[in-house]
């Protein structure tokens, strides 16, 4: 079972590897450099600044993006080329495809995001000519935009499941957008009342609540990130993985492929 | 058949722990992070740059400042905070979004000037702000009003109250009460109907709830000063009368020749104390009151959403 | 034991977004394979051939039935182990080489990795690829990649073969060696069960075969009983350009082809009849019995079919 689980996840990196994923890299490497080398002529003070929260929203922006583009495809596009077919048709279970995908998929994001660490750290170089301790903080950064990446590519798996490509990645980044903005939706949940009360705090318990993930800001800024945060975040992220994984799940287990 | 049963009813199971789990953490998380949507006023509380950032969504966005700035005003307020350092530039972030959201026009107008607990205590910032509103909107007569109502609440600033209040009577449908205020400046200025009035004419021109028990709250301390001030002066005229201070409320009721007692605005008793000094009974509903309180007793404005 | 037993499995979808229709893609089905064998599944496009496989693949769920595979619940999960498909028009994943994707399958069919490489080179040698090292499958020809299908199906030395359309996209050569594949795969023991709309390669390959039309079966049996004489007729033919009356008057079918004459008549007639031609003097240069053709068998099965459906409605 393992085995097979991890068979589906090397194969799906691989498609998504030949399938140029990773030329995005190269995009995002001349936005970076760009900036880094622009930036230096503007300001000696913020330049850092500007690299850091460029550097981080991008590594964020092109991951959601890519994980959506490809979770997407994983599972209605297998259905629909029926390249499942041949899948299935051997002893691997349902479940087990489902969750060597999601492994897949992540692995190449995690991947991605090194290069791009890489990259973000180079042009910090090439603004500051040195690393302060305070740098250590945007790995801290880079960890939880790869915990908004586990949380987009379960929920990309799930709608994947059931849903066309099409609709699955408006589904996909329409929650990604609410999710951003998650802390007012219970915000304005407590404002309410009634019934709309009750619908709207459901709704914002439900949504992922990717600002908590988003701390480019206070990294900028080297504030400090509590250690039980960073505990909590990764609690809720396997946990809401678990459940979009979990959907995903049930709903293919009983999908009649066309 | 069997397998996908099995697999349905684990994966079913997983997926309502994990559901509940995260809904939990979440919860927990809030608690900690109840600042958090405000961080970022704090790093980029430029409205200019926020603008820009918005990518042409700005009214959306003006709406969730909206949101943020009522919510930490309340949760603050409900908290006993001292301070309200973030309401000024979510109010102008908001306004610098959509400066046609007057909602907050009125709400800086309540809550920006007065001083802490009770406000923010910036009424500089808020004139600056009404001024804003104004320039943005210039056929509106309720910004003028708030104008007004600044310089006359907060900055006891008379003659620039007239000012104002005169300014929005020219505006073309302003409401009458611009007019009677402008007038009422100039030689009503400090008594207690003139406050009324305003106070009143803030509550019945929003619907937005902070705002109006603000004012309803603000109505009863006069109401309570006014009883207060009478009452007080009824014991003088019966010590000059008898020569002595009255045994109790009812003998001095009685020699008004007044029947029943007198009862503040939260239907308590006043209280004739053993001194001659008139009390009210719960001084901690009436915040804004600025007489009837025991020697010592300081007011702490609190907004109280479950009395009437 | 039985390669494959159907019991009674039956599809129907519910079509429709708003108000849902009951569909019927298959009625209950009750068919049995037995091991060693080359079993035909025939019928017509839209038939329910491909929706029998998909719900013996475990790809959907039947409405009703049930089937065993190789003595086991169709639905157990190790009985894939021993069995392989190829679907219709297959398509893979387009960036990996062939090797690449037949490892994959190896890996997921649960070969040993021991034995897997050895094993991938072997069935590409079967099936007729070589010199494909590091090409990717999007720059496969269609009939490339059926051959692809076909290898992916035996890669695993399964039991039982499942074949959907096999001969889709093939020149007749490649036709050939298909048909000559499944051959060599009854000789090795295993059972082919193939699903197909021609009906010559059927007829040449099968022992046993199934006639499916409209969801129903509409006939079933092996290939000699079906194509045998089922009129009873012969087919007499002679030299000459001459028709005896003696003939004719036996109530014969006659035709003169060159300098031939060939004649249909009764079998029970054929004594009659070669006296007659001995009478005339006649040389008798042939005498056969006449056989059904499948098709004959198959497009009387669905006429058949269509008539007692048109009196139904």
């Known amino acids: 079972m393992n085995s097979r689980i991890a068979f589906i996840a090397s194969n799906t990196f691989r498609e998504a590897v030949r399938d140029r994923v990773l030329y995005n890299l190269i995009g995002f490497a001349l936005i970076l450099s760009a900036a880094a080398i622009l930036v230096g002529q503007i300001s000696i003070e913020i330049e850092k600044l500007v690299v850091i929260n460029l550097g981080l929203t991008a590594v964020s922006l092109f991951g959601i993006v890519i994980a959506i583009f490809i979770g997407i495809g994983l599972v209605s596009k297998e259905i629909e080329k029926r390249t499942l077919y041949t899948v299935l048709s051997r002893p691997v279970r349902r479940w087990e495809f489902i969750v060597g995908k999601f492994f897949g998929l992540t692995g190449t994001l995690v991947v991605n995001t090194f290069f791009m660490a890489i990259g973000v750290f180079a042009a910090l170089f090439y603004v500051s000519h040195r690393f302060v301790p305070a740098d250590a903080l945007i790995f801290i950064a880079l960890y939880f935009i790869i915990l908004e990446f586990v949380i987009i590519c379960a929920l990309a798996l799930l709608f994947s499941s059931f849903s066309t490509p099409l609709l699955s990645a408006v589904f996909a980044f329409s929650i990604f957008v609410i999710g951003s903005f998650a802390d007012d939706l219970r915000g304005f949940a407590a404002m309410t009342h009634g019934f709309t009360r009750w619908l709207a705090t459901g709704a914002a318990y439900l949504v992922p609540n990717f600002s908590a993930f988003n701390i480019v800001s206070s990294v900028a800024h080297e504030q400090p990130v509590a250690p039980h945060l960073i505990l909590q975040n990764s609690l809720y992220a396997l946990f809401y993985a678990a459940t979009a994984l979990s959907g995903a799940v049930i709903i293919f287990e009983y999908r009649n492929l066309k | 058949m069997k397998q996908r049963r099995q697999v349905s009813i684990i994966a079913g199971a997983c997926l309502m722990v994990s559901l509940a789990a995260s809904a939990l953490l979440l919860h927990h998380l809030d608690q900690v992070r109840a600042q958090a949507t405000l961080e970022e006023v704090l790093y980029i509380n430029s409205p200019k740059v926020l603008k820009r950032l918005s990518l042409g969504y700005e009214g959306l966005l003006a709406d969730i400042y909206w949101t943020r700035a009522v919510q930490y005003f309340g949760g603050r307020h409900h908290n006993d905070a001292r301070s309200y350092g973030l309401l000024a530039p979510l109010l102008e972030i908001t306004t610098a979004l959509d400066p046609h959201l007057i909602v907050a026009y009125h709400f800086g107008a309540s809550f920006l000037a007065p001083a802490p607990p009770g406000g923010a205590g910036e009424p500089d910032r808020a004139i600056q702000l009404m001024e804003y509103g104004i320039r943005n909107n210039p056929d509106d007569w309720k910004l003028y009003y708030d104008l007004g109502f600044v310089y006359y609440m907060n900055l006891k600033d008379y003659p620039k109250a007239a000012g104002a209040f005169a300014r929005g009577a020219k505006v073309p449908n302003a409401h009458p009460i611009l007019g009677v205020l402008a007038a009422q400046m100039a030689e009503h200025a400090g008594e207690y109907e003139t406050a009324r009035m305003l106070w009143t004419a803030t509550y019945q021109n929003t619907q937005d709830r902070q705002i109006r028990q603000n004012a309803i709250e603000h109505l009863r301390g006069l109401r309570v000063d006014e009883d207060v001030t009478q009452l007080q002066k009824a014991v003088t005229r019966f010590g000059e009368r008898t020569g002595r201070l009255p045994a109790s409320m009812p003998e001095l009721m009685a020699a008004e020749g007044l029947r029943g007692m007198p009862l503040d605005p939260m239907r308590h008793p006043y209280k004739l104390m053993p001194d001659g000094r008139i009390e009210v009974s719960d001084p901690d509903y009436l915040p804004f009151a600025t007489k009837g309180f025991p020697p010592g007793y300081k007011p702490q404005p609190k907004f109280h959403y479950d009395e009437k | ?313």
């Not at chain 3, 079993?39 to 475990?58: D, E, H, I, R, S």
């Not at chain 3, 069935?123 to 992916?152: E, H, N, Y």
């Not at chain 3, 045998?228 to 014969?252: C, D, F, R, Y």
Request: charged letters at 25%; proline letters at 4%; aromatic letters at 6%.
């Open chain 3, 1 to 313: 034991m039985s390669a494959i037993e159907i019991l009674g499995l039956e599809k129907t979808y519910q079509v429709g977004f708003w108000r849902k229709r009951p569909k019927v893609a298959l009625r209950p089905l009750h068919l049995t394979v037995e091991e060693g064998e080359i079993f035909g599944f025939l019928g017509p496009n839209g038939a329910g051939k491909t929706t029998t496989l998909k719900l013996l693949m475990g790809l959907a769920f039947p409405t009703g039935g049930s089937a065993r595979i190789l003595g086991r619940d169709w639905t157990d999960p190790e009985v894939k182990a021993q069995i392989g498909f190829l679907p219709e028009q297959p398509y893979f994943y387009d960036h990996l080489t062939a090797h690449e994707l037949l490892n994959y399958y190896a890996q997921l069919s649960g070969v040993p990795a021991k034995e897997r490489s050895q094993r991938v080179q072997a069935t590409l040698q079967k099936v007729g690829l070589t010199d494909i090292k590091g090409v990717q499958l999007r720059k496969f020809s269609k009939g490339m990649l059926q051959r692809i299908g076909i290898a992916q199906a035996i890669l695993h030395d399964p039991k039982l073969v499942f074949f959907d359309e096999p001969m889709s996209g093939l020149d007749p050569m490649g036709r050939r060696e298909v048909r000559d594949l499944m051959e060599q795969l009854k000789q090795e023991g295993k059972t082919v069960f193939f699903s197909t709309h021609i009906l010559s390669d059927a007829e040449a390959l099968c022992d046993h075969v199934a006639i499916i039309h409209k969801g129903e079966l509409r006939g079933l049996g092996a290939i000699e009983d079906l194509t045998s004489s089922v009129q009873g007729k012969i087919e007499l033919i002679w030299q000459g350009t001459h028709v005896p009356a003696s003939i004719k008057a036996l109530g014969a079918e006659c035709h003169v082809s060159g300098e031939m004459v060939r004649a249909v008549l009764d079998e029970a007639k054929q004594d009659a009849a070669i006296d007659a031609l001995r009478r005339e003097h006649l040389r008798l240069i042939a005498l056969t019995p006449v056989r059904t053709s499948l098709e004959t068998y198959f497009m009387e099965k669905l006429r058949r079919a269509e008539t007692t459906a048109g009196k139904a409605s």
